[in-house]
C-alpha cells in the first residue's frame, strides 16, 4: 500500500506500517550492534559498517519523520542542539547567516560565540519584518537563513514562504527550527523550506525522558530519496530481513551524486565524523514517542487554545502571547501556515511585573517549574532567569508548555498561583 495517500497521523501510528520481517513483529528491534560483519569479497551487503555513522534502528524513525514533513530523507542526532549546529558546520568561514532576535536561546548564544569565532558571520534580525530580513541579505555571501516558528519565548511568527523567496532570490538556503510547529500544525518543506530541525527532545518523544534532534532535507537538497516505503521490497529477490530496511550502499550514491550542491552530504558527513550520534536505546524511544504524537500534540494545543483565552481574560495578566489568539500580531500569518492548531507554547505577562512572575510560578501545584517543553506534563518557567543578560524576554513572562492533562485542572491552579502572587 502506498504511504502517500495515508494521514500523518496513521503514518506515526504505525511507523509507516513496518513488520520485522523475520519474527512478525509489530515493533522493531533495537540493534545495539556497533560494528558490521565485512563480507568475504570485502563488500558490507548488508549496507552498515560502523553504528557512528549510521544504525539499523535509525531507519524506521528517519523514514517517519521524514513522511511526517513531506521530505526525502532525514537524520537523527544526540539532541536538537547537535541537529541545529551541523546546519551551520556545514558552512564555509566568512559565509553570512541570517538568524532571528527571537529565538531558542542556547542556539542564538551559540551562533553568537562559537560560530563566530569559527568564521561565521551571523546577523540577527527580525525575521516576522520581511523587509528588514531582505535588507540583511550580503547578495554572494548570504548562505542560510535561519527561522524558528512559532519563536521561543515570544512565539513570533515569520511567514516561511516568503522568507523562503527571499533566501533562494539570494542563492541561500533556509532552514526552519520548526520544534514548536511538531510536524503535525506546519510542514516547512511544503512551504519552499530546504531544511528542517526538530530538537525531537521536545514534541516527537513527547515524554520528557531523551535528548535528541532531527534534521529532514526536503527534495531541493536530496532528490532522491532512499526511504523506506511499506511495499519495499529488497533488490536481492532474497526476503526481506532486517537489514534489508535502510540505506545500501547503491541507494547511497544515487542520493548522493542528485545533490545540487552537496550540503546535505557535507551534514550527513558532519554526524558520522564528529559523531554527535543517537543511541540505539534512543532512537527506538523516540520511535516509541512517535507513535502517539498527533492524539498528544493535537490534544494539548487545543487545550493550550482554550488556556490562552481563559488567561487572556484573567484580571492579573497583562498580555498573553499566542499565536492562535486572534488579537496576536503573528496570527493572520499563523492561520495561513498552521493547520489544526497552534501549538502548545503560550506566555504569559503578569501585570504585576517580575517578581509578581516569579511569585507566581513559586505557587503552582500542579505545573511543574522546569525548562524545557513538549512533554504530556504541563511545565512553567520564568524564561528571563534561564536566558540571562541580553534576551529579548521581558522579565514579567513566564513560559508555558501545555501538556495533556485536564485543562479545567490546568486553568485552576495557574488562576490560585496568579490570585495569590496578585495580593
Ligand atoms: C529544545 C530546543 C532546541 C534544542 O534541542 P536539544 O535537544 O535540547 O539540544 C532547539 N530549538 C528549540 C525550539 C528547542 O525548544
Not at 511526517?68 to 544526540?78: C, H, P, S, Y
Not at 524558528?148 to 539570494?170: F, G, M
Not at 511545565?379 to 540571562?388: D, T
Request: aromatic share 6%; proline share 5%; with cysteine.
Amino acid at each position: 500500500m502506498s504511504d502517500q495517500r495515508l494521514a500523518p497521523a496513521t503514518l506515526a501510528a504505525q511507523g509507516l506500517g513496518l513488520v520485522e520481517p523475520v519474527t512478525k513483529g509489530i515493533v522493531q528491534p533495537i540493534h545495539v550492534s556497533t560494528t558490521f560483519e565485512r563480507d568475504a569479497d570485502n563488500e558490507y551487503s548488508a549496507g552498515r559498517c560502523y553504528s557512528r555513522a549510521d544504525n539499523p534502528t535509525f531507519d524506521q524513525v528517519e523514514a517517519t519523520l521524514a513522511a511526517l514533513e513531506q521530505g526525502t530523507d532525514a537524520l537523527v542526532f544526540a539532541s536538537g542542539m547537535a541537529a541545529a549546529t551541523a546546519c551551520f558546520q556545514a558552512l564555509d568561514p566568512g559565509d553570512h547567516v541570517i538568524a532571528p532576535t527571537v529565538m531558542y536561546w542556547a542556539l542564538r548564544n551559540w551562533l553568537m560565540t562559537f560560530a563566530s569565532r569559527w568564521g561565521l558571520q551571523v546577523s540577527l534580525v527580525d525575521t516576522t519584518n520581511l523587509d528588514e530580513l531582505r535588507a540583511a541579505i550580503r547578495p554572494g555571501t548570504t548562505k542560510l537563513i535561519w527561522l524558528e516558528t512559532p519563536a521561543n519565548p515570544l512565539w513570533h511568527v515569520t511567514d516561511i514562504a516568503a522568507a523562503a523567496d527571499i533566501a533562494h532570490y539570494a542563492g541561500a538556503k533556509l532552514v526552519v527550527d520548526s520544534t514548536v510547529a511538531a510536524t503535525v500544525f506546519t510542514q516547512p518543506l511544503t512551504l519552499g523550506a530546504d531544511l528542517v530541525m526538530h530538537a525531537a527532545t521536545k514534541y516527537l518523544n513527547g515524554h520528557s525522558d531523551l535528548v535528541a534532534g532531527v534534521l529532514i532535507a526536503g527534495p531541493t537538497l536530496c532528490a532522491a530519496g532512499h526511504l523506506l516505503s511499506v511495499d519495499r521490497t529488497p533488490t536481492s529477490g532474497q526476503p526481506a530481513r532486517c537489514a534489508d530496511v535502510g540505506v545500501r550502499p547503491t541507494d547511497l550514491f544515487a542520493r548522493l551524486a542528485s545533490e545540487p550542491d552537496g550540503y546535505w552530504k557535507r551534514i550527513r558527513t558532519i554526524r558520522s565524523q564528529i559523531g554527535g550520534v543517537l543511541g540505539s536505546f534512543e532512537a527506538w524511544l523516540l520511535m516509541r514517542g512517535l507513535r502517539t504524537l498527533h492524539p498528544r500534540v493535537c490534544w494539548a494545543a487545543a487545550s493550550a487554545q482554550c488556556l490562552a483565552a481563559q488567561l487572556a481574560e484573567h484580571p492579573a495578566i497583562a498580555e498573553v502571547l499566542y499565536p492562535g489568539l486572534p488579537c496576536f500580531a503573528g496570527h493572520e500569518v499563523a492561520c495561513r501556515q498552521m493547520r489544526g492548531g497552534f501549538g502548545a507554547m503560550l506566555s504569559i505577562r503578569v501585570k504585576g511585573g517580575e517578581l509578581a512572575a516569579i511569585a507566581t510560578a513559586a505557587k503552582v501545584q500542579l505545573w511543574k517549574r522546569a525548562t524545557s517543553l513538549g512533554g504530556v506534563e504541563s511545565l512553567l518557567e520564568h524564561r528571563a532567569s534561564i536566558e540571562g543578560p541580553g534576551s529579548p524576554c521581558p522579565p514579567d513572562l513566564l513560559r508555558l508548555s501545555v501538556g495533556i492533562e485536564d485543562g479545567n485542572d490546568l486553568f485552576a491552579d495557574l488562576d490560585q498561583a496568579l490570585r495569590a502572587s496578585a495580593k
